[in-house]
Structures are given as structure tokens and as C-alpha cells.
């Protein structure tokens, strides 16, 4: 019988961890599937443990080649493959037990071409939030596409989807060859499908390796790794330019937080001639829109400046600067007349470097940051404690304002401070009477600077919403 879902799994030396990973696939709810295992030329234990699970589950087929890399071992595997829905796996990852079977079913729900989920990272037995792929699936939705939920540029994996097979087959997809292989594959897939289901469950466990080889994303700070990374890069920046340039911003940006990265590690770590690397960081930073650049956070766009100077020395204190810091870096107020706020790094109107100050701005990556403490009858009115920041600045504000919106109404309270961050203030139920839900607005000046905002509620994070039950002065809980 023809299988649901067929999972291709490349090996390559991961014979440490392979048995966990073919365990955690024969221990799948959906068992209407395939594993098809591809042996790349292993040189160690890792084919024995194979035919070991083929041997005892008729559900396993192990193929062989000579080693080509993963992205001919998976296309091997895909022509092997007989399922109506297609999966891949490396050697060295885990897939939580009701993963296929969630994936598959929202595929047969809601017809699209592809299921993605939530990634843990796997290190040292302990899960922990995979970086790569914060972000992307706090608000699951299905039947949506990349065009139109752009956080998806972040998602460039392969092995947290399933794909209907038709679909692969149809858009053309194929992984080609180099280390870098399932980025333009995952990219392409998600341009070209007609609709995409994202669930917010955590469907891969991608591990971080502790022994044996160390894996391709270990080694990302070698000078071929980078130059096959850019390859990868420039392949999916005109795949976009071409078919979705509206992403073409986003995925610059996402190049220029995660990947450039390993520009910084490699030089940091060099302790030959840095010459080839800076001659590739200025490849890799040509290849990105100057708007994204431009754009940067301030201290990235102070690594940037002193890598195009290729003033090694001074990257590496930087870098230095960024590991030390517990807590985030400082934004300052400088300027009399006219204020501008500037990030607290090093080499700030350093007279040897003449590093322009445009480089430290910082005034765009302000925030206010508001919350709601409690909220509490006193028999006469509601009590309101609120904590005012502003992200990054270790002072106090000047002047804080507080009002109640309903959308329709503006309710402004009298505040009073309490310590260095806190802002207390009464409500009278009698002033809200007919409108509501209430939320909290925040205006917060200093020194020429005006931040508003939405109070969050302390306890999960959301939107601070208020209501008075029934109109009284019963002092019931307010429903949040």
C-alpha cells in the first residue's frame, strides 16, 4: 500500500545520535508512513544502526551512495519516495511524537501545500528556544502565505514542514548541492505555494551536537562555510528579486541579524592574515540593499562600519562590549539645545577612529515600555500602579501622562509618581459610566522626546484591558 507520508532522512556520520532520531520517527502517532533512509557514504557506525531499524520495521528502507552532501542524499530519497505527503529529518534531530500526525491533518484540513511548525533547540538533552526561528510562529494561522504573513522569511528550515508531494512535484522543487542546501529550498517553497498552514506546537527538536563530528551549522565561521552561506544568500535574494521582491527587505534584514554573524566570529577568531575574510564581508555586505544597511541597529551598523574599514582590532572590542553586557546596551541623551540620543559603545568621538555619529544613533530604536502592576477597589475608586520606561535609558522620565480610551472617549487621569519608574492613579467608576473596554494610554516626555503607547498587562504580557462589572462600587475583580 501506498504510504501517507514519506520522511527522508540523509546520513552522514551521526552515529551518536542517530538511533534517538529513527527511534523518535517509528514512535510517530501517524504510523501510515515511510522512512527512507539515505546512507552518504558514511564512514562510521551509522549504516550498521540503519539496517538495524530496517531490519526490524518493515516501514524503514535504507538507500546508499557515495558521499555527495545532503541536498543529493535527500533528492535521492525523494525518488525513492512513494508517500502522497513528503517530510525530511537529518540523523542528529528528534521529531516530537504527534508531529506528522498534526501537520498532515492540517494539510488534509485546509488543502494546502505546506505545514510548518514551532523548533526547539536540542542542547545538552535540555530543549531551549531555537534563535533562528524566534519569532515566527507566536501567531499561528492557517491557510496564509508568506506575501502576506512576512515573518515567514524567517523560516528557513526544511525539516519542521510537510509538503504535499504533487506540490514539490509541480513547483519544480529540487535541493542542490553545498552545505547551505535547504535555505533556497525553503524560501522557494514558501513563494510558490499557494497557501501555507503554520501551527504554534513545537514540531522538531533541532540538536546542537556534544560529540562525534561536529555538525555543518558548528563550523559556520570557516572561511568555505561563509563563501557557500553567501552562495546560498545571493541564490535566494534573485529567486525573490525575481518572483516576491516585497521580501527582498525583510530577508536582507534577517541576513544581516543572524548570519553576518559569522563574518564577526570568523574574524574575531582569525589569528592568520584576515585578508580573504574581509575581502568576502565586503562580497557578503554588497550583496545586501544599502536601505537595510543603512537601517541597522546602531551598534551592528558600528560592527559594519569597522568591518568595511577592516579595522579587525577594533571589531573585536566590539564584539567584546556586546558579549559583556548582562543586560541591554545604554542609549544617552547629548546635546544642550538640541538633543540627540546615541548609543553608549565604544569609540564614541574616538579622535584616532573620527567614527561619524550618525553610526551611534539610536533615537529610532527607543521604546516605551508600560505595564499595568495592579489595579485595586479601595472602596471609594480603582487604585492603578503602572511601571513607565523607556527601553534602554537609565533615567527618569520627565513627564509621565496617563489617560482611559474606549475608542471613543479620552478619560485623563491625575498621576502621581512613585520611585523611579513607578506612576500610581486613581479612577472614578462615575467618569466611565457607558463606555468600555477601557484601555491604558502612556505619553511619556524627556528632553524633546515623546513616546506613547498601550499599557501591557504585568501578568502575560497583553493589551491592559478594564471594565467595571454592573457599573458599581461592589469592588469586584475586574475582568481582565
Not at 7 to 11: L, N, S, T
Given at each position: 500500500m501506498i504510504p501517507l507520508l514519506s520522511?527522508?532522512?540523509?546520513?552522514y556520520n551521526v552515529e551518536p545520535y542517530l538511533a534517538e532520531c529513527l527511534k523518535s520517527l517509528?514512535?510517530?502517532?501517524?504510523?501510515?508512513?515511510?522512512?527512507?533512509?539515505?546512507?552518504?557514504?558514511?564512514?562510521?557506525?551509522?549504516?550498521r544502526i540503519a539496517e538495524d531499524f530496517v531490519a526490524r520495521d518493515e516501514r524503514f528502507v535504507l538507500i546508499g551512495q557515495r558521499n555527495l552532501g545532503p541536498g543529493p542524499a535527500r533528492n535521492q530519497g525523494i525518488r525513492q519516495a512513494r508517500g502522497t505527503y513528503l517530510a525530511f529529518a537529518d540523523g542528529d534531530d528528534v521529531v516530537p511524537p504527534e508531529a506528522y500526525e498534526l501537520l498532515v491533518g492540517k494539510l488534509a484540513e485546509t488543502g494546502s501545500d505546506l505545514a510548518c511548525g514551532a523548533v526547539?533547540?536540542?542542547?545538552?538533552?535540555?530543549?531551549?528556544?531555537?534563535i533562528l526561528h524566534e519569532k515566527v510562529f507566536r501567531r499561528p494561522q492557517l491557510c496564509t502565505h508568506i506575501t502576506d504573513k512576512h515573518v515567514l522569511v524567517r523560516d528557513r528550515t526544511v525539516w519542521n514542514k510537510v509538503y504535499r508531494r504533487d506540490?514539490?512535484?509541480?513547483?519544480?522543487l529540487a535541493f542542490p548541492s553545498g552545505i547551505y542546501e535547504d535555505v533556497p529550498v525553503a524560501m522557494q517553497a514558501h513563494v510558490l505555494a499557494t497557501s501555507v498552514d503554520m501551527v504554534g506546537e513545537v514540531v522538531y527538536h533541532w540538536r546542537k551536537r556534544e560529540e562525534g563530528e561536529t555538525s555543518i551549522t558548528q563550523r559556520r565561521s570557516e572561511l568555505p562555510n561563509l563563501s557557500e552561506r553567501l552562495a546560498a544568500i545571493r541564490s535566494v535574494r534573485a529567486f525573490l528579486d525575481d518572483r516576491a521582491p516585497e521580501l527582498l527587505d525583510g530577508f536582507d534584514a534577517l541576513v544581516l541579524e543572524k548570519d553576518t554573524v559569522f563574518l564577526f566570529q570568523a574574524l574575531e577568531h582569525c589569528e592568520g592574515d584576515p585578508g580573504p575574510l574581509l575581502e568576502l564581508a565586503h562580497s557578503w555586505l554588497a550583496t545586501l540593499g544599502p536601505h537595510v544597511l543603512d537601517s541597522a541597529p546602531s551598534l551592528r551598523r558600528l560592527e559594519l562600519h569597522?568591518?568595511?574599514?577592516?579595522?579587525?582590532?577594533?571589531?573585536?572590542?566590539?564584539?567584546?562590549?556586546?558579549?559583556g553586557r548582562e543586560d541591554v546596551t545604554r542609549v544617552v541623551p547629548r546635546g544642550m539645545r538640541t538633543t540627540h540620543w546615541y548609543g553608549d559603545y565604544p569609540f564614541f568621538?574616538?579622535?584616532?577612529?573620527?567614527i561619524p555619529?550618525?553610526?551611534?544613533?539610536a533615537r529610532e530604536e527607543l521604546k516605551l515600555i508600560a505595564r499595568v502592576e495592579s489595579c485595586e477597589w479601595t472602596g471609594a475608586e480603582y487604585r492603578l500602579r503602572a511601571y513607565v520606561a523607556i527601553h534602554r535609558v537609565d533615567r527618569k522620565i520627565t513627564k509621565v501622562g496617563l489617560w482611559l480610551s474606549d475608542g471613543r472617549r479620552r478619560v485623563p487621569l491625575e498621576t502621581r509618581r512613585?520611585?523611579?519608574?513607578?506612576?500610581v492613579a486613581a479612577v472614578d467608576p462615575d467618569r466611565l459610566e457607558g463606555g468600555g473596554p477601557w484601555r491604558l494610554q502612556v505619553r511619556a516626555e524627556m528632553r524633546g522626546l515623546v513616546l506613547k503607547c498601550w499599557c501591557r498587562d504585568a501578568a502575560d504580557g497583553a493589551v491592559w484591558r478594564f471594565s467595571v462589572p454592573g457599573w458599581s462600587r461592589s469592588g469586584m475583580d475586574i475582568p481582565q
Open positions: 520522511v527522508i532522512v540523509p546520513i517509528a514512535a510517530q502517532t501517524m504510523e501510515d508512513l515511510e522512512v527512507v533512509l539515505v546512507d552518504d557514504g558514511s564512514v562510521d557506525g551509522s549504516r526547539r533547540r536540542l542542547v545538552d538533552g535540555e530543549l531551549e528556544e531555537s506540490f514539490w512535484e509541480r513547483a519544480g569597522l568591518l568595511r574599514r577592516g579595522l579587525v582590532a577594533e571589531l573585536r572590542t566590539v564584539r567584546e562590549f556586546r558579549r568621538r574616538d579622535r584616532r577612529l573620527r555619529d550618525e553610526v551611534f544613533d512613585r520611585g523611579r519608574y513607578g506612576v
